[in-house]
């Protein structure tokens, strides 16, 4: 079983930075790639982020040269700098983590959703 915890969210001003956390716990053997996504109220959860165990990135068209997606693989962490924020950016932030429990199951892990408001 995988949990993942995230951190960081918060409510700021257009323009302003956050930077979210989240860390990944449990009976874990590996993780390959790790992701956030966001969900605003009445859309779909759409990518923002991704980046594998060997540091290849990609990014939302909307938040290129905005945001920045990093991980520490020894502390099975995933972060993302949030700079440049607009309103269109607020939404409930969720993180993810694709790897395996052994080398034969594999889990797809959600966090469990942090805020971000970005006001005008």
């Known amino acids: 079983q995988v949990q993942l915890v995230e951190s960081g969210g918060g409510l700021v001003q257009a323009g302003g930075s956050l930077r979210l956390s989240c860390a990944a716990s449990?009976?874990?053997?590996?993780?390959?790639?790790m992701g956030w996504y966001r969900q605003a109220p009445g859309k779909q959860r759409d990518l923002v982020a991704t980046?594998?165990?060997?540091?290849?990135?990609n990014y939302a068209d909307s938040v290129k040269g905005r945001f920045t997606i990093s991980r520490d693989n020894a502390k099975n962490t995933v972060y993302l700098q949030m700079n440049s924020l607009k309103p269109e950016d607020t939404a409930v932030y969720y993180c993810?983590?694709?790897?395996?429990?052994?080398?034969?199951?594999?889990?797809?892990?959600w966090g469990q959703g942090t805020q971000v408001t970005v006001s005008s």
């Open positions: 449990g009976s874990i053997f590996s993780i390959n790639a």
């Open positions: 980046i594998t165990s060997g540091g290849s990135t």
């Open positions: 993810n983590a694709l790897g395996l429990l052994d080398p034969e199951i594999e889990f797809d892990g």
